[in-house]
């Protein structure tokens, strides 16, 4: 028979070893950060090659933890887009700050979670008053309520649902620019094929008001209930900001639920510059906006705000006999009842942290920096007749043709610099062009990295209009 009371754990390691492999991570870590600029932007792998390293039969017996940590940092953590890397351009690199860091480990080594207030209430605070912080800073009134998720798909999905509960079913307007996790999620989250509409952007690649009204008037004539219209302040191929005034003004007077998908740009409401071109935006619905892209949060944090109190909890509510004991009353706020999400990572935690030992201030200053140098790359590609501008600096992001050069061109200049290390770039299109896309928002980035990326890709540098 077990012996319970004087069998050891056999999961547990003594205090001194705990420390001494704790300390390894964090310097293993701190010397990551400190030569990410001479470490290679981005790395694939080969599937043998990576098996070869990190796979076999299920290990039986245990080996030295520092070796099985060394390959880890060495192999697995060597091959991927390292989204702290100065010349990191692509796609959204989602560069994290330590002090996010710090919050992340403090709250995995205590395995925080924020599920139920008695089983939580300590996070959960932590969530309510960081949601809260946001969303003053987004301008949104008191009362709104939010709800931390994995990212910014789940957290528009989980938006859309909420309001088709809310509001019933009815037709829900896009864009072709909108981010492609919601096109594709929608029917998953009960949406019929004719319940989704999606409409061509204008020229500036936005949501086109004139043709959302009439397509709006066309579907109301054809018995057809119009109900929700998805704007993005910020779209992750140019970095546009749909005209939300606008839209809100229409949303208004047709009785239609506004979504904001500012998954990438509504964190740059958090500065002056970023606040003019997003003006409205404090009129949503509903909003996303993903901590992980532009507040410097390790992956993975996304963050929704509902306006109207109760939608989320009416959509999302359950309460069976085995969570009575944790369940709150009144203001103790269930977070499992506003998403879909029972056991949930206290994800506010790193953020709550971020913003004590930053402040706003240089949060603030920091998404500045990227809309900047965005506008820098801009100048740079403009001095150059042969490459053209296909899209001007927005939020953070510019693309860029070279003139009469296809499409495979454009994403051969892009592999040629991933593969030599020193930087990365998405290719992409652009109204259906061929272009070179870059997104700017690393705080450690410097106006120099974006030049010397831009010249490797081929642009002529140094003939930038004076500004
Ligand atoms: C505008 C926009 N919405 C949604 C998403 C999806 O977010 P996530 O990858 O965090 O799920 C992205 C990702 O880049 C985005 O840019």
Request: proline letters at 6%.
């Amino acid at each position: 028979m077990t012996d319970f009371k004087n069998t050891p754990d056999p999961l547990g390691l003594d205090a001194a070893e705990m420390r001494q492999l704790g300390y390894w991570v964090v310097d293993r870590v701190v010397a990551h950060l400190e030569g990410i600029a001479d470490e290679p932007a981005i790395q694939a792998g080969t599937p043998a090659e990576l098996r070869a390293a990190l796979g076999g039969l299920p290990p039986q017996a245990g080996s030295d933890p520092v070796e099985a940590l060394e390959t880890l940092a060495d192999v697995a953590l060597a091959h991927m887009q390292h989204g702290e890397h100065p010349r990191n351009f692509a796609r959204v690199p989602g560069p994290s700050s330590f002090a996010g860091v710090l919050g992340e480990w403090l709250g995995t080594g205590f395995n925080a979670i924020a599920a139920s207030w008695g089983g939580g209430s300590g996070p959960a605070t932590v969530e309510l008053v960081t949601l809260d912080w946001l969303r003053s800073l987004l301008g949104m009134p008191e009362g709104t309520e939010g709800v931390m998720t994995s990212g910014g798909s789940l957290a528009n999905l989980t938006a859309l649902a909420a309001a088709r509960a809310s509001e019933g079913p009815g037709v829900c307007y896009l864009s072709d620019q909108t981010h492609a996790s919601i096109v594709r999620g929608l029917p998953a989250f009960g949406f019929a094929g004719d319940e989704v509409r999606v409409l061509a952007c204008d020229v500036e690649m936005k949501l086109p008001v004139d043709a959302l009204h009439a397509t709006i008037t066309e579907d109301k004539a054809a018995g057809r209930r119009p109900a929700f219209v998805v704007a993005t302040a910020g779209t992750t191929n140019t970095g546009a900001v749909d005209p939300l005034p606008e839209i809100a003004d229409l949303c208004d007077s047709e009785g239609l639920w506004l979504h904001v998908d500012g998954a990438y740009g509504a964190s740059a409401a958090l500065c002056e510059a970023g606040r003019r071109v997003l003006r409205g935006i404090e009129r949503a619905d509903s909003l996303v906006l993903d901590p992980h892209k532009w507040l410097f949060q390790p992956i993975d944090a996304g963050c929704l705000f509902v306006r109207r109190p109760g939608v989320l909890k009416r959509a999302f509510h359950m309460s069976p006999d085995y969570l009575a004991d944790v369940t709150g009353v009144d203001e103790e706020v269930d977070f499992r009842d506003r998403s879909l999400e029972l056991t949930r990572r206290a994800r506010a935690l790193k953020l709550w942290l971020s913003f004590r030992i930053y402040g706003v201030e240089r949060i603030s200053s920091a998404i500045a920096h990227g809309i900047a140098l965005a506008e820098h790359a801009e100048r740079v590609v403009a001095g150059d007749r042969e490459w053209e501008v296909a899209t001007p600096a927005q939020l953070g992001i510019v693309t860029f043709a070279k003139r009469g050069e296809d499409d495979n061109a454009h994403a051969s200049r892009a592999a040629a610099l991933a593969d030599s290390g020193h930087g990365v770039v998405t290719s992409t299109k652009v109204l259906g062009r061929p272009a070179l896309r870059l997104c700017t928002i690393n705080p450690r980035t410097t106006a120099l990295d974006v030049s010397s990326v831009l010249q490797r890709l081929g642009v002529a540098v140094g003939h930038e209009p004076r500004t």
